[in-house]
């Protein structure tokens, strides 16, 4: 947008040297009366023109009076304004809501008109992600661009986020989409992408996205399909984020000082309801060192009893705020700066922004600093350069653990702490005499940190001592030169680098329940990925109708990944985390590297500017693949027609009643590669031996090193994955944009993956890798805007619904085979699975049901009775609905968002903990009378009758629910309706701080996540899921962080 | 110049299809390996399982131990969601490794026929044992990688298959040479004296846990004893060890140690074996077991399978969960006490006298080996009944469940071989709650074979005999 805008300018000055005869001067303002600067500024019919500058004010010279200046400018309604006997021209510019001329940029920094392309693009302006600033800028997308779902996975302080693009592609690999910036693809991984990463004691460690500074950024647009492909490669078949950081705009003057700070506070949305009425034990006996409620009522327990810690108290107390008391509010301050400048020589811009947060787990922190500079110069008339360079420091430390199996996590004793115990001592005593018998020798704090029943850690312990810190360092940027060769071809180079060291320390203090030793890990990441391109663009009118741009380019893609870990358990000293203070250390260390190789066409042809034909086609060849099969081509075709303007005498187009239509259409076919190093058989060292349980055996035992072969056969074979997919879409405004639709339908096919196949085990492998499995998404995207009320006097409402559907199906698996699992909740019995003729389901065994559905009860016990394993849901939603509010009058802007998920199903094993062990509230109910659970008993013929058994006790009522015996009551519909977003900006008046060195202020006040309006998931946010970003599957939670809901506010101020 | 740009792109990429390149040539994982490093991987995992993962629900399962509720009551009432990788870990992670290893070593010049033996010896032990656990199983189609659905060969097949493969082994053994050697032999270091002796009293036991069915094995079983070079002493037992340092600690100390801060919470005395101990005044109750923390000392309260503990329930002694306890795969009083068997049943001539004065040695080694003292051992040993025709089978299995108290695996075999149906020494009775009407007699197939292999069997229930179990 910024380079045709800076070539209309420089258009405009050069005329300035023509021959005058009257010179013509005035302002352009807004609607809200403000200077609007940039606006083109012409005189019809001619080549004389000119630009606004920073305060909207112009100058012109025109030869005479005769004429009309035309006022054009992105965003606004062009204006003629007859000259006649005036010397000054003011004008107040008319918003155009229809954006005819709205440029995007796709693929490798390319400026496209958005009517020209024949796919569906969604753009956010940079302005609206600094207006309320999440430090994942990710989360500022939820909900606002159809076909998009951002999934934040866990209220760990810089916790990752999961975006998904019309769905799930790939069978056994995660669906992100590729991010770019600048033009060169960047990194977004998590490293926990193993399911021992984050299942077991996982560590919600962020995604590589979340190093985005959203105040460097200009746009983000989101290329939904594959038509992208052709110039950014196969991993553009999961759609592309494509970012373009700011850079230097020409102002009134030579430097321009942008500051922006926030100031946000975090509290948890959502913590389970406690029952406060029983204390610990076992089936209403009193047990002081029991982790539940399933004593007798609190009430009843009067006189002297020993409480948990073993001493002796009159009486119980209920603490029921314990949850909500454990967690403290998290701050976080942004503040940004940035200086920025121009002339039509080059420009320049650096940024800088400080980012400290605190979480609401206690002591955890995350702090960023991100340097960005990009500058640009024009070198000769036919040579412009480019450079631009982002540093990222990330430091975090005390993010929790999460999931299961082990005794560091901290929902998982929340959830197993008796109503009698009160937190606030829990905190204030780290260290009071155990109640516990330790081990011979063992004295000091060691021997004095209280626990609950010498398995579950005090929560406190845990958060000042057995803290995650990791640090990352990263640089991304590139450089590109530009030649022109002739007005209508250019030859450009660019060369563009990401890479990353991420240092990760996980400590676990001598004394920790379950880790009495101690114990910490390493772990030294570094990944790179560098691109190169050289590509020449051809632009020619063929005729007065046709245009002919062409754009051919070859490309060099490199990722590597090293990595190194080191196990140190068994610390001889207490709190020294060095290597010769372990008594065992275990490495292991890991490298990888991929290139590619891809040459690229990309041709489009335009028809008198209203039917636009793009074809593309691409050739790759890539290592990880046979090298007698390593080539494939993918191509790809689009159109796009604008009705409008192809018939603009036609009755509702010349009334304004349809202002604008454009019908597009699109196919893409997509080849890719898989991870390096599949094809031979191999022998891995080994580093322990396991079993279910989490204490395993390292190597060397008895001095010796073990080796294990592949448990995955290698393929024969191998061909490239392929991805087919076709779009229609239409945009339509109506009303001169009052009321506007862009709607796609779209369908994906993907084939030929490349999948290790679960086979029986009994064949000595656990998997075989082959190309197999079918899997297709479907869907509909429909964003609809309304400006219901608009008044003259400036009052505006504007409405936008982002709808979409996608239908996921797994059309087909190997032969032979019924499914594949694709994520196992290990432990738990519940299974992420795609099935044919299904779309990636929960299942797991669920209870024993007679023919009618109706729950079959043991007639011995009263309890349910575990079946075979079923079905209870997909993973993914049937449709999400984002629905955005804005209001405006004056510069002052309120903007409310509404989420809606519909569908969908999630397994908890928070509520399973937190009911299992007598706590939730739900459990108390009744006095816990035991009660006849509705369903049947088998009779002796075979027949049904109603069940007639009572349950002995409640607490084997809910003890038999645990998600280890069947997770179907743990399973919950997904659902839900959030208020995502509150937002309120307002602009001062230019004329009140006219007198001062501002240039503008700001002002915003914001809140996220503020408000689960409906949700049919108890004690949790339903968002929320223990896989993270890198694993497939959702709808698993597994001891989370409780999200946070934040409220803050924004002062954003220029020079 | 745009056809030169296009010719020179071409020229780039055509010539770069990585022909000659080793991108794509893993630096983390190798192509060739020698079989000793997988045998010691197999080993150290097939140990793992035994002495972790198949121990505690099988002890519960088999009542040997008690759960007391402490992890739940589920495992007692044959819930076996916690035998959750044993099934697929011993295919994938010892069988295939020592299939693989011993493909290696046959491709070797000259062949390494020892390391064959090693690994064929463990090999069978390894299908024996999934065999008597599970029933029909995988065997002459599994771990090869060569077969996508191995069929379920009958436990008949399976048990003779093992013995054959043993044979196989002992045939290879060749004493002037190397085989698998230390460090990597973590049983015997290389002695291949000793691995023929393990081989061949392995092949006892199975034989043992087929006559019932199959009474031909009885003349088998005489010749071996006959033959002689079978385990004759303690140094000879076939022991897996581990060590008291971070990560080699036996698992079963691990697990008291990582959860319970190495205060032994878990494990309780199980009533029908505390009352077998009981009707036999046996010295050995406080070697197995722990009084509870509340209870006076010297008084062992023991809990049927479903009773929730209290803190004045006995628990298994800590001294039989140290962290430098060996996994025991084959024992001394192991060997004795089938010997006595063989000979009481008519197998191994001698008569009464002989197997009575076997027995005697059986149960002296099995009470030493606990830490018993010599003197309460031979007193008890000395007024041990006499076998004769009608007391030897009970005599004797009372005596061979006790020996194997803290090897749940060879303890449940010797238990459902004991006596008929409903007839098993020591008596034990369904626990409440359980799905079955019946004691426990077989592992149910893992979900994930069910799920991925059609040839796996179905209609089994948990109290269906296997072939053996007579």
Redesign the interface.
């Known amino acids: 947008m910024k380079r045709r805008l800076l070539l209309l300018m420089l258009l405009g000055m050069s005329m300035l040297g023509r021959a005058q005869t009257r010179t013509i001067s005035g302002k352009v303002t807004s609607p809200e009366n403000e200077g609007v600067p940039g606006v083109n500024v012409l005189l019809k019919g001619t080549n004389v023109g000119t630009a606004t500058k920073a305060d909207g004010t112009y100058q012109i010279s025109v030869p005479d009076k005769a004429g009309t200046l035309v006022f054009s400018f992105i965003g606004y309604k062009t204006a003629d304004v007859t000259i006649g006997n005036q010397s000054t021209i003011n004008i107040q510019l008319e918003a155009d809501l229809v954006n005819l001329n709205e440029v995007v940029v796709t693929a490798n920094a390319i400026v496209r008109e958005k009517k020209e392309l024949g796919y569906a693009v969604s753009t956010i302006g940079g302005a609206e992600l600094v207006k309320a600033r999440d430090p994942n800028v990710l989360n500022s997308m939820a909900g606002r661009i159809a076909g998009v779902r951002i999934s934040q996975q866990s209220g760990t302080v810089g916790g990752s986020s999961r975006v998904m693009i019309r769905g799930a592609n790939s069978i056994s690999s995660s669906s992100e989409p590729l991010f770019v910036v600048d033009g060169i693809p960047i990194s977004n991984s998590s490293f926990n992408n193993s399911e021992t990463d984050v299942v077991t004691g996982g560590v919600d460690v962020g995604n590589r996205a979340g190093d985005l500074n959203p105040d460097d950024i200009e746009t983000m647009n989101v290329l939904k399909g594959a038509a992208a492909s052709a110039l950014y490669g196969s991993r553009a078949r999961n759609g592309v984020i494509v970012i373009t950081t700011k850079r230097g705009k020409q102002g009134a003057k030579k430097m321009n000082v942008t500051v922006n700070s926030s100031y946000r506070t975090d509290n948890v949305l959502r913590v389970p309801e406690l029952q406060t009425e029983y204390a610990q034990g076992n089936l209403g006996v009193y047990n002081p060192q029991s982790g539940n409620g399933w004593g007798p009522k609190i009430s009843s327990v009067t006189g002297p009893v020993k409480d948990y810690k073993g001493e002796t108290v009159q009486g119980l107390q209920a603490y029921p705020q314990n949850w909500k008391n454990f967690f403290v509010t998290g701050h976080t301050m942004i503040n940004s700066v940035s200086l920025d400048g121009a002339t039509d020589q080059g420009d320049y811009r650096i940024g800088y922004t400080n980012l400290r947060q605190t979480g609401t787990v206690p002591g955890s922190e995350l702090n960023r600093n991100t340097f960005a500079i990009n500058a640009g110069k024009k070198i000769t008339d036919k040579l412009t350069s480019r450079a631009w360079v982002n540093y990222v420091r990330t430091t975090s430390d005390g993010r929790p653990q999460q999931g299961s199996n082990t005794t560091n996590i901290i929902a998982t004793i929340l959830a197993g702490l008796p109503v009698t115990v009160d937190i606030n001592e829990l905190r204030n005593n780290l260290f009071a005499p155990s109640t516990q018998a330790v081990p011979a020798g063992w004295t000091g704090d060691l021997a004095r940190s209280i626990d609950l029943n010498g398995v579950q850690n005090n929560p406190y312990f845990v958060t000042a001592f057995n803290r995650f810190s990791n640090t990352v360092d990263r640089v991304y940027g590139g450089t590109s030169l530009s030649y022109d060769v002739t007005p209508w071809f250019n030859v450009t180079g660019r060369v563009g680098t990401d890479f990353f060291t991420e240092n990760r320390r996980a400590v676990t203090r001598k004394g920790t329940r379950g880790r009495l030793n101690g114990q910490f890990e390493t772990n030294d990441i570094f990944e790179r990925e560098l691109q190169t391109d050289i590509l020449g663009t051809i632009s020619r009118k063929i005729n007065t109708n046709w245009t002919f741009k062409g754009i051919v380019g070859h490309q060099f893609n490199q990722r590597t990944i090293r990595r190194s870990r080191l196990l140190s358990e068994g610390l001889n000293i207490d709190q020294l985390y060095t290597f010769a203070n372990a008594q065992s250390n275990v490495p292991s260390n890991f490298f990888s590297r991929r290139d590619i190789f891809g040459v690229y066409g990309d041709f489009s042809f335009d028809y008198k500017n209203y039917l636009f034909l793009n074809v593309t086609g691409r050739n790759d060849w890539s290592s990880t693949l046979p090298v007698n099969n390593n080539s494939y081509f993918y191509p790809s075709a689009s159109v796009s027609f604008v009705l409008t303007e192809a018939f603009p005498n036609l009755g509702i187009v010349k009334n304004d009643i349809l202002s604008y239509a454009k019908l597009r259409a699109n196919y893409a076919n997509v080849g890719s590669d898989e991870d390096p190093y599949q094809l031979s058989f191999t022998y891995n060292p080994l580093t322990q031996a396991s079993d279910i349980y989490t204490f395993n055996i390292l190597y060397p035992i008895g001095g010796a090193s073990a080796f294990g072969a592949t448990n995955i056969l290698p393929p024969t074979n191998l061909r490239p994955q392929q991805q087919t997919s076709y779009e229609f879409g239409a945009e339509l405004k109506f009303f001169g944009g009052r009321l506007g639709l862009d709607m796609t339908y779209y369908k994906t096919l993907n084939y030929d993956q490349i999948i290790s196949i679960a086979i029986p085990q009994t064949t000595g492998y656990s998997a075989r890798r082959l190309n197999v499995g079918e899997i297709s998404n479907r869907g509909l995207e429909a964003m609809l805007t309304v400006t219901p009320f608009k008044t003259r006097s400036g009052f505006r409402w504007d409405a936008a619904f982002n709808f979409n559907r996608n239908i996921n199906r797994v059309e087909s698996l190997a032969p032979g085979l019924t499914e594949f699992i694709t994520t196992s909740g290990d432990g738990f019995g519940i299974f992420v699975v795609a099935r044919p003729g299904e779309t990636f389901s929960i299942q797991g065994v669920g209870w024993l049901r007679d023919p009618q559905g109706n729950i079959i009860i043991n007639p011995t016990t009263g309890l349910r009775t575990p079946g075979p394993r079923k079905v209870f849901g997909s993973i993914y939603p049937d449709w999400t609905l984002g629905i955005n509010n804005s209001f405006s009058y004056k510069g002052i802007d309120f903007n409310f968002l509404v989420d809606v998920r519909k569908g969908g199903v999630i397994n908890s094993q928070t509520v399973s903990i937190v009911r299992g062990s007598g706590l939730a509230a739900e459990t108390a109910i009744d006095n816990r009378t035991p009660f006849i659970d509705p369903g049947v008993i088998r009779n002796a013929d075979g027949t049904f009758r109603p069940n007639d058994k009572p349950v002995a006790s409640i607490q084997q009522y809910w003890s038999q629910l645990d998600n280890s015996v069947s997770p179907e009551n743990n399973i919950f519909d997904g659902s839900y309706t959030k208020l995502r977003e509150v937002r309120i900006a307002y602009n001062l008046p230019k004329s009140w701080i006219s007198k001062t060195p501002f240039g503008s202020i700001a002002l915003g006040l914001e809140g996220r996540n503020l408000w689960i309006i409906s949700s049919k998931v108890p004690h949790i946010d339903p968002e929320a899921n223990v896989l993270g970003t890198g694993l497939i599957g959702e709808g698993l939670e597994r001891g989370s962080i409780p999200s946070s809901r934040t409220v803050g506010g924004n002062l954003r101020f220029t020079f | 110049?745009?056809k030169l740009?296009?010719a020179a792109?071409?020229a780039?990429?055509t010539t770069?299809?990585?022909?000659d390149?080793n991108?794509?040539?893993?630096?983390?994982?190798?192509?060739?390996?020698?079989p000793a490093?997988?045998f010691?991987?197999a080993s150290?995992?097939f140990s793992?399982?035994r002495v972790?993962?198949l121990t505690w629900p099988i002890a519960l399962m088999n009542q040997m131990w008690a759960s007391g509720g402490r992890w739940?009551l589920?495992q007692s009432q044959y819930d076996q969601?916690?035998i959750?990788?044993?099934?697929?870990?011993t295919?994938?992670?010892v069988?295939?490794?020592l299939?693989?290893a011993i493909e290696i070593a046959q491709n070797t010049q000259p062949v390494n026929k020892n390391a064959v033996a090693q690994c064929k010896i463990l090999m069978a032990f390894a299908y024996a044992q999934t065999s008597l656990l599970w029933g029909d199983?995988?065997f002459t189609e599994?771990?090869?990688?060569k077969?996508?659905?191995?069929k379920f060969d009958k436990q008949q097949d399976v048990l003779n298959g093992t013995i054959a493969l043993l044979d196989e082994a002992i045939g290879l053994i060749d004493l002037n040479a190397k085989g698998i050697i230390?460090?990597?032999d973590?049983y015997y270091g290389g002695d291949m004296a000793k691995w023929r002796k393990f081989a061949n009293s392995l092949k006892m036991r199975i034989l043992f846990s087929m006559v019932d069915s199959d009474p031909t094995k009885g003349a088998a079983i005489g010749q071996l004893v006959a033959g002689g070079n079978m385990i004759s002493s303690n140094a000879d037992a076939m022991l897996y060890?581990?060590?008291n340092?971070?990560?080699?600690?036996n698992?079963r100390f691990?697990?008291t140690?990582?959860?319970?801060?190495?205060?032994q919470?878990d494990w309780y005395c199980s009533k029908p074996v505390y009352d077998l101990l009981v009707s036999l005044k046996d010295p050995r109750i406080p070697y197995f077991y722990q009084p509870g923390?509340d209870a006076a000392p010297n008084e062992f309260i023991a809990l049927g399978p479903v009773e929730?503990y209290t803190t004045k329930s006995a628990l298994v002694n800590m001294n039989l969960l140290k962290p430098d306890l060996p996994e025991v795969s084959f024992s001394y009083s192991e060997q004795l006490l089938f010997e006595a068997e063989a000979i009481a049943r008519g197998f191994a001539p001698g008569g009464f006298e002989a197997a009575t004065t076997k027995m005697r040695a059986g149960v002296r080694e099995s009470m030493l080996a606990l830490g018993v003292t010599a003197a309460q051992t031979d007193a008890y040993v000395a007024a041990l009944p006499a076998l004769t025709a009608t007391n030897y089978k009970t005599v004797l299995a009372q005596q061979q469940y006790l020996d194997l108290f803290m090897r749940p695996i060879e303890g449940w075999v010797q238990h459902r071989r004991s006596g008929t149906i409903g007839q098993e020494v020591p008596a034990m009775t369904t626990p409440?709650?359980a799905?079955v009407a019946g004691l426990i007699r077989r592992l149910l197939y893992r979900?994930?074979?069910v799920?991925?292999?059609p040839n796996t069997p179905s209609g089994l229930t948990l109290d269906t005999p296997q072939w053996f179990d007579k």
């Not at chain 2, 599994?142 to 990688?145: E, L, P």
């Not at chain 2, 340092?245 to 600690?249: A, D, L, S, Y």
């Open positions: 110049m745009k740009i296009l792109l071409l780039i990429s770069a299809c990585f022909k390149s991108i794509n040539i893993d630096p983390n994982r190798s192509t060739s390996v020698d490093l997988l010691s991987g150290t995992q793992l399982l972790a993962e739940g589920s969601t916690r959750r990788s044993a099934w697929g870990r295919y994938t992670d069988l295939k490794n299939n693989v199983i995988p599994a771990a090869n990688g077969v996508d659905f191995p230390a460090p990597n973590l060890k581990y060590y340092q971070p990560g080699r600690q698992p691990s697990f140690a990582i959860f319970r801060g190495g205060v919470s923390t929730v409440t709650g799905p979900s994930e074979e799920n991925s292999n």
